[in-house]
C-alpha cells in the first residue's frame, strides 16, 4: 500500500476485519479499486467512503440497482431487517455494521452486514444456536409481516440446515446422538491413524435420527427468532420503512432505534460470515 | 440494431419481454430473422408481425404444421385452452400472451403463451400454488372434456412436480417439513462456509415425508385447476372450439371471452416461463 | 427416386407409412434394394412386391429360413396369431399388416406387422391398456394353446414393463400415485427452469408403490389378452395352422378369418412399433 | 478344409453339433489341430478320434491330468456321475456324449458334455426346471455318496442361480411375480421406442419376491435332482464306478448302464452348454 | 549427523521417541532445523531445547501465536488439561511429555504430547478404551468448567470415533457383534486367499448393531473421562491456570502436580500419536 | 539349479510344497539366496536349512527381529501357539511345520507355518469349518491366557469371515440359506451362457439372513477353537512358554509335545495358506 495515500480518517482494523478471508490478490485489489474511486472524486487521498465502497463493490458484484416491484422491495426490507434485529438483540453476535437492500451481484437482493471484532476460533453450542436465530430471522420477519413466505430464504434455509447438521455430526452437539462423529472422516491436517476408517457411513436408523434432530435445531432456532421479532414489532416495522426510504441503514442508527440490547461482549461474538447475503 | 429499420409501431418493451433469457446471439438472430421477413414481405421496415413470427421461429423452430388428426387437434386444443383459462382466472398470474394449437418443432403441439409485466426476483408459497395449477390446467382439461387423459401431459407433470419438490426440499414451504434444506447443497455464489457438508442426503423417513408432501400439494393444485375449468366450462369449450377453427387466440380475444378476471396486479405476477410449451 | 422406374401398382402411402422411423440414408438404401430386387426378376420396374421384400430385408436383416423345429415352429405360430388376433379384436389400434413366422436377422422368430394408418402424436390411457394386451397377446396364446410358457416372450414382456412403468412415472396415468412425475428429469428440450432439480429419486415406499401398480396394470393387460384369445380359440388355431402351411398371413385374410372386428377407427389408432418383433 | 484329407468315419454333423458357437478361427483352428494330431499318428487321413480330441483341448485346454487325491477322484467322479444320471434321466434334455474326470485348463475337475441335436431357440419352463437339476445333480451326488458337499459346486451353483434369476425377472415364469420384466432394460436389437425407461431397479419390496422365488424354484430343482438320484443309486455308484476305472465314460456306455429312459424328443432337447464343466 | 555438533545433554532416545514417523528427508530437515536455531543462539552445539523447537515447528508449524480471546484460551486450556489429566491417571498410557496453549500452525489451539516410552506392536481392548477417554477428556473438561461445549472438539470426536469404530467392525471387540470382520477386505499384504471376497458390505440390521455399539462405547469412555475429572477438579482447575500464566506446562511439573498416578507400566503404554492436536 | 550344489539332505519335496504358488522368478530367487546364504557360512553345498532359511526370507521378509515388549512377546508366543494346537487337534488339516514369533517384514509378529502334503483342488464343508477354528485359535488363546483380547488378530478375522461368508454365498453351505449363488457373477472362464445376469444384489432381507449365518458359523468356530484349547490348557502353556525361550518351535517337537492326535490323513488335508501370518 505504498504508492497510495490514505486518509487519517481510515480505521484500518474495519477495513481488516471487513476483508477477513480475502487472499492478496484480493487485497491488491481492492486497494486498487478504492484508490480508482478516490481518484475519480478527485481527493487527495483514499477516504474511508471510498474502502467502504471498494469492498462492496468487490464482495458483491458492481454496484447496480435492479428494478425490483415494490411489492419485492418491501419483503426484502422485512427480511433484511429480521436478520439485523435478530442480530442485534441475541447475546454474543457479531454487531451489525450495514443493512442494504440494494440489490447487487448474483442472487443477492439485500444484505445485513456483522463485522467480527476480532478472530474467533472457537464457537459454542449458544452461540451456533443465536447463529441460525439470525439465519432464520429474514424468514420469520417475511411470515410476520406478510403471513406469507417467499423463495428468498432458500440460502438462509441451506446454509441454517449445513451448521445444524454440522452440530449433530461433526461437534457432538446434539444429546440424543452423543460425542460421536457421524459424517465420516475428513482428513486430519497432519496426522495419519492407523485407525481411520473410510466407512463413514451409518445405518438408516441412525440417519433417521440425525434428520429428527437437525430438524429440532432448526425449529427451536426458528421460534427463537419469531419470538425475539414479535418482541420487537414496532422496530421491525420502523426499520423496514427506514430500509425502504434509504436502502442503507448504518449499525449505529440501527443501534440507537433498537435501544438498549444485551452488550456486545467480544469474547462472545460469532464471525457468522462477514457478509450475510440475506435474501438470494 | 442500428442498419434495421424498424416500424413506429412495433412495441420493444413487448419484444423484450418476449426476449427474457436471450442472450446476446439470439438476440442478433432475432433482429436478422425479423429484417429478412420484412423483406421477404417487401416491407420497408421490420414491423411487429415480423418480430412476433421471428421469436416464434427462434423460440419452437420454424413453423411447420404437422399433419394431426382431427381428434388430436381437438385434445390438445382443450390441453391448450384449460393452461390459458386456469393462468387468467387465478389471481396474480402473468397474463396470457397468445394461444397456439400449431405444432412446432420438437415435441410441442401448442402452446400458451404468458408475458410478465416486469422482473420478478422472489416468488411467494401462493404464487407458486397458482403456478402448479395452470401447469396441471392442461391435463384437467383433458379429463373434462374427454373422461380421458393422454401422454401429452407429461412434460407439465415434470415440471410441476419439480416445482413442488422445490417448494418442499429448497424452499421450506411445506409446514409438515418445516424451514428445514432437504436438498444437498448446490454451492452458494461467493461465499464458502466452514459449515457446509457435502452430504445433503437424508434418511428413507424423510425422503417419503418428501414424497407424501410433494404428492399432496400437486393433488391440490390438481383439484384447484379442476375446479376453475367446471366453473368456467363453457369457456373452456369456447376456446377450445376457436383455437380448432382459428388455430391461435390472442390474449386479448381471450381476455373478452372470459370476462371480468381478478386484476392483474403487476407486483403479483409469476414468470412462468415465456412459453408454456403445453402439450409435450 | 428419379432414375429407377416404379410400377403404378406401387401405393407409395403403404411404402412410406412402413418405414416410417426410417433415416435418409434407409430411404435410399430401400430404393436401390427394391430397385436391384426387380432387376434380378428381370422387371421392367419395381412393383410393391419388390418394395415389400425390401423393407422387409432391411428391417430384419436378409431372409434366412432357420432351422427351428417343427414344435418350435407351432410355439411361434401360436405366439405370433395371439399378437395379430389381440391386436385386431382390441378397438383403436394399428391394423394388421402381415404376420409372418419365418426366422429373421437377430433375435426375431417371427413377427406381426402393424401399420398406422396416419402419424400419432398422442395416446390414451386406453391406448396403452390395449397395447399392452397386444404385447402379451403371444404369450398368453402360449399359455392357452400349450399350457406352458417359453422363453420367447421375454422381448414382450421388457416392453411391456417399460409401458406400464412409464404410464405411472411419467404420464400420471395411475390414480392411486396422482398426477405426479417420478422418473427423475430428462431435460425439456428448449427452457430450463430454475426449479429443476436433479433429485429424481424417491422413497422405497414410493417404489413400492410404483412396482405395485406396474404390475396391476400388466396383469390386467395379460387377462385381457387372455380372454379375448379365449374367445376366439377357433381363430387362434385356425390362423396358427395356416402359419405353419403357409409361413405368411397377409392382414387381409385374417380380417376375413375373424369376421367382424370393432371399426378401425383412424384417429384412435396407436403406432405400435411398425414392426413387433414377437418372439424374440 | 480342402487339403486336409477328411477319413470317411468322421461325422461331419457330430462334429458340427459339438462345435456350435465357434467363430471362424476357432473352426479352422480346429482342423489344424486335427490334421496335426492325425500326422503324428502317421495317419493318411484325419479321423472322428482325432477331431475329438482336437475339439477337446480346443475347448477345455491341452490335456493335462492333474495329481488329484484319490479322495478327490472319488469326489470328482460322483459329481460328474450326478450331472450325467439327471441329465439321462429326466426328460426333454440333449443326450450324453460323454464324462470324464480327467481334469484339464482353467478350474474344470472333469465334465459331463452333452450334445444337442438340433439347434435350439426356444426353451420352456420345464425345460429349464430340468437344466437347474442337471446342473445341482453333480452336488446332489456328492450329498448322496458322501453326506458332505465340497466347493467344487460352486460354478455350478452360480449357472442354476442365474437362470433362475431369469425364468423370475425376464421370463414372467414365476406365478408370483407374474408377466413383469424386473431386470431393467437390456436393449432390444432394432427398435427403439418411446417408452423405454433406463429406470429398471425396483422396491426393496420386490427384491425380496425375487429372492423367495429364486431360493424355491432352486430348492425344487434341488430335491428333483437328489430324487433322481436316490432312485438310481446303484447307476450313480457304478458310474463312479467306472469313471475312476477309466477316467471318461462314452454316452452310449451310460445308456447302456442306465437302461430305458425317457425318450429323447429331438424337439425337446435342451441346449445346455456344449460342455458342462461340472466341477469347477 | 555428522558435521553437526550435538551437545551432550541431548538424550537421542527422547529425540527418537518424539519423532517416530519421521521419514528420512524429515530427520534431516529437523537436524537442519535445530543447527539453525542454535546457531542463532550463538550455540557451540545443538541442545535439547533446539530439538526440542525443531521438532515442535515441523510437527505443527512455524510457532505463532494466534491472538485468541481470553475467553478462548480459557477454554483451550481445560481442554488440553482435560486431555492430559485423563492421560495421566489412567494406567497404561504413555506418559505426558508437555502440555501446551500456543496455538500453531493448522488448526491446532493447543497440544498435550504423550511420548511412548517403547514400540508398540499391539493393542488390547482396554488400552483402547483408555485411550477414547483421553481423546474425549477435552471435550469433557470444557463440559466440566464451563457447562458448554464447543466446536475445538471435533478432531478428538473424529478420532474417537474411528476407533471405536474399528473396535467394533475389524478387532472383534464388541461382545454383542462378535468375532467377525464387518469392515470389508483391505487387502493382506502377502497372501491372495482364494475366499477373498469383494463383498464387505453387510445389511441394514447389522449397521444399526455397529452404530450401537460404536455410540455405546464411546459413552462409556466419555463417562470415564468426566468422572477422573471430576474426581479431580482441583487438579484440573491448577493444570488450566498455568496453562494460562505460563502457556506450556512440562510433564514433570504435572506428575508433580497430580502426586501418586498408576505406574506407567512401559509394557502397558499406548502410542498415542506422539501429537495429540488437541483443540483442532 | 545347474550351477548351484545342493547337499544330498535337501528333500526337494519340503521346497517345493513351501513354495507353492511361487513365480519362476521367486524360484531363481529362492535358489540365489539359498546359495549366498550357503557361500556365506562357507558351505561346500547348499544345504536344507540354506533354503528354509531362504524361503522365510523371500516370504515374509529379511529376518530382523522386532524390540517387542515382554508382554507383547507373550501375547504373540500365545497367539501363535493357539493357531498351532487347533491345527494339530482337529482333523483333516495340514500338518504344522513350524512356529516362530520372529517377527518378519511388514504386520507379522509371528507366524505359524502349515505345509499341505499334495495340492489340493476341493475343500469339503468341514475342512472349511476346521479352518476357521485355526484361524480363530490365535484369538481364542489370548482370551484363555490373558482374559483380553488385542488388535493383533484383525487379519485372522478378515480372512476366517472371508472363508464363512464364501461358505454362505458362493458354496451353498448354508442350510438356511440354500444351493443358490448370492455373490453375483464373477465370470467363468470359458463360456458365457445367454442367462448371465449382471445383477447380483440382493434384497436386504437376504443380506441380514447372510449376516446371520456368517456370525453362526464364526461363532461355532470359535466355540469350537475355545474347547480344543481349554482341554489342551497345558500344551498351550507349555508351548508358548517354548516359544518365549526358543523363539521357533518345529513341528515335531509339536507333535511330540502333544502327543496322539488324530491321524494326518493326507487326502483330508486342507492347504491353509502355506504360511498363516497369525498376528499381523
Known amino acids: 500500500m505504498k504508492t497510495v495515500k490514505i486518509a487519517p480518517s481510515v480505521d484500518l482494523k474495519i477495513v481488516s476485519a471487513r476483508t477477513a478471508g480475502f487472499a492478496g490478490a484480493d487485497l491488491a485489489n481492492l486497494v486498487n479499486e478504492a484508490a480508482l474511486l478516490a481518484a475519480r472524486r478527485d481527493k487527495p487521498a483514499v477516504e474511508m467512503k471510498d474502502f467502504d465502497e471498494a469492498i462492496d463493490r468487490i464482495i458483491a458484484g458492481l454496484e447496480k440497482k435492479r428494478a425490483m416491484s415494490d411489492k419485492e422491495r418491501r419483503i426484502v426490507a422485512y427480511h433484511e431487517a429480521g436478520h439485523a434485529i435478530v442480530a442485534s438483540v441475541l ?3 457479531d454487531p451489525v455494521h450495514k443493512i ?5 451481484g448474483f442472487g443477492a437482493l439485500g444484505y445485513t ?3 467480527p471484532l476480532e478472530d474467533r476460533y472457537l464457537m459454542s453450542r449458544s452461540d451456533l444456536k443465536s447463529q441460525l436465530a439470525v ?7 417475511e411470515e410476520i409481516a406478510f403471513a406469507e413466505i417467499s423463495t428468498g430464504a432458500s440460502n438462509d434455509l441451506q446454509r441454517a440446515t449445513d451448521i445444524a447438521r454440522s452440530m449433530v455430526t461433526e461437534y457432538g452437539m446434539s444429546d440424543a446422538l452423543g460425542a460421536v462423529n457421524y459424517d465420516g472422516h475428513r482428513g486430519s491436517k497432519f496426522l495419519d491413524t492407523p485407525f481411520m476408517s473410510e466407512r463413514g457411513s451409518h445405518s438408516e436408523d441412525t440417519a433417521q435420527q440425525i434428520d429428527v434432530e437437525v430438524k429440532r435445531i432448526l425449529s427451536d432456532a426458528h421460534n427463537e ?6 418482541e420487537r414489532r414496532d422496530n421491525l416495522d420502523e426499520l423496514a420503512r427506514r430500509l425502504l426510504e434509504k436502502e442503507v441503514v448504518e449499525g449505529d442508527e440501527l443501534r440507537t432505534l433498537l435501544g438498549p440490547t444485551p452488550p456486545k461482549d467480544a469474547e462472545g461474538t460469532v464471525p457468522v460470515d462477514v457478509i450475510d447475503p440475506g435474501v438470494a
Chains 1, 2, 3, 4, 5, 6 share one sequence.
Open 91 to 93: 447475546p454474543n453476535l
Open 100 to 104: 442494504s437492500i440494494i440489490g447487487r
Open 113 to 115: 452486514m456483522q463485522v
Open 135 to 141: 439465519l432464520l430471522g429474514g424468514r420469520s420477519a
Open 225 to 230: 427468532a419469531r419470538r425475539v421479532l414479535r
